[in-house]
């Protein structure tokens, strides 16, 4: 009989006590012990076993549960008896960073993380009774701690109670810090990344750098945000991301293993589809790894949809994309169509470097997971080095689908009844919806802090083709910038073969060429549209889609002229 797959249980043991289904990842333990590493920073996308892992290894490790070997019985790390004896012989401190989400502003961000840091103390507050443990300095120090401490109270309230920790047990600690990058990635996207730097810069040294009662520590976080911004002094830091071949198949299922839980479950006929939808993840060499949230909820509901793209808002992502350039927009509708992306990767996330550097862009987009490396290049006479990307699965595709469709659908309700009217070659119901649309959607475009009516509708109608190559796709092909005649084009609609739509309209071909008004060279906006007009002639645009077979009178053209947040179509 099959176990349960519980869903959203991190408790390891609360899955071991209820013999939910688990995949017997203990062997990390050993592993990590045997590395030998002070500090391990360990980046996995999100949802990929992290907060479990670090529920395993407190269990494991922590004087708190001494004498409950009986949880890892039957488990590989309890086959080796030295291994055995290091279970429940160590004093342990272990936080997560994950509740820090949806934080607007700086200081309900700190106050957030004080926070965290006090429910620690107050785990600990025994330690207050025991005789001749602390002075009273320390024990005022120690009751300082609280949801407002000082600044330097909070740099060093984990080093201090390593300290208690190590004087009580007479052991050096393990201290366990689960997502760690949230707050630099919340920081970022809610616009305070400076302050949480220096706040978090001055927590991690005092804890994982000038730390004497340390013995092994482990962050774990989707991201390594650069050693510049908040590890500037940590050489003891061993970095271990999507690319390392350090504890490759400890986080996420591996081929085999899906393969396993699929027959205990009665799944083993849907396995190809499962691959399909959910395998493509790779961490250094191993290949075929899979997304355990994706599994584990297909098990329980035995349907396929989107389950991890669904875990979360995306709103780094989308920002990242939504906001990018034209260059950005043209690559990842190349990613849509199955293309891949030669760049390459700088595995130090550098946030504020992300409104400017695409590198970044993608180097954040593989580690968290929504890329997957399809090759690697190393030029040793050019000394370098690129990478081949691709999107990881099916589920990331949809869930990339339906959040360009979102941007349009959430901000511009009018974006509906434009393609209805664009179809039909309606422009007077064209001009109308598109102006809303733009309207309502430019600023959500522009990442300028003063946004410029030269750049802004170039972000904005790059976006706009994401969109409609997404509500289109079943009917028609979209492209952008792709070379035609004498120059490029900027939007090409084609239908696709076999489309069958009792509107026979429906069935032409658009080109559209979008331009920005100029005073100097044109009067008025009508102007601007002629222009347009005059370029894909000039241009020979159509010729690609008449080598193809469809007859000139079938193909539309289209002039989008843009001023400000105003745009004519003709």
Known sequence: MARTAAIGVQDFETII??????????????????????????????????????????RFFSVEYAGQGELFDGLGIWREEKYRKLQGAYPVISLSFAPVKGMNDFRDMRRMMCRLIYEQYNRYRYLLDIDGLMDEKEKELFRAVSRDMDEDIAAMSLHMLSGLLMRQYKKKVIILLDEYDTPMQEA????????IVAFMRNLLNATFKTNPFLDKAILTGITRVSKESIFSDLNNLTVVTSTSNKYAVSFGFTQQ???????????????????????????????????PWSIICFLSEKRFSTY?????????????????????????????????????????????QLDHNESAIWSLLLASGYLKVEAYTFDPDLEKEEYILKLTNKEVRLMFQNMIEGWFKNYAPAYNDFVKALLTDDKKAMNHYMNKVALATF????????????????????????????????RYTVTSNRE??????????????????QDAARNDAMIMEFKV????????????????????????YAAALEAEGIPAERIRRYGFAFEGKKVLIG
């Not at 350039?325 to 996330?349: A, Y």
């Open 443 to 474: 600023s959500n475009f522009d990442t300028g802090k003063h946004p410029s009516e030269t750049t802004e509708p170039e972000r904005f109608y790059y976006g706009f083709v994401l969109g409609l190559m997404v509500e289109l796709s079943d």
């Open 308 to 352: 991890w793209a669904n875990t979360s808002s995306n709103s780094l992502v989308g920002k990242l994309i939504r906001e990018g350039s034209r260059e950005v927009k043209i690559i990842m509708e190349n990613l849509l169509k199955g293309g891949t992306l030669r760049t390459k990767i700088d595995e130090q996330i550098v946030f504020n």
């Open 517 to 540: 008004h100029d005073p100097e060279d044109e009067a008025t906006l009508k102007d601007t549209v002629a222009a347009a007009h005059r370029q894909i002639e000039e241009k020979r």
């Open 484 to 501: 035609s005649g004498f120059g490029r084009y900027d939007v090409v609609i084609r239908p696709k073969s076999g489309t069958n739509h």
């Open 17 to 58: 006590q209820n013999d939910y289904f688990y995949v017997d990842k203990t062997d990390f333990i050993r592993e990590w012990w045997e590395n030998g590493d002070s500090v391990t920073l360990i980046t996995r996308p999100r949802r990929f076993g992290k907060t479990l892992t670090m529920s395993m290894t407190e």
């Open 257 to 291: 293993e899906v393969s396993s839980a699929l027959d205990e479950f009665g799944l083993s006929d849907r396995e190809e589809r499962v691959r399909d939808w959910y395998d493509g993840f790779t961490f250094g060499k191993q290949t075929d790894i899979y997304n």
């Open 188 to 195: 970022y996207v809610c616009g305070y990344w400076q302050e």
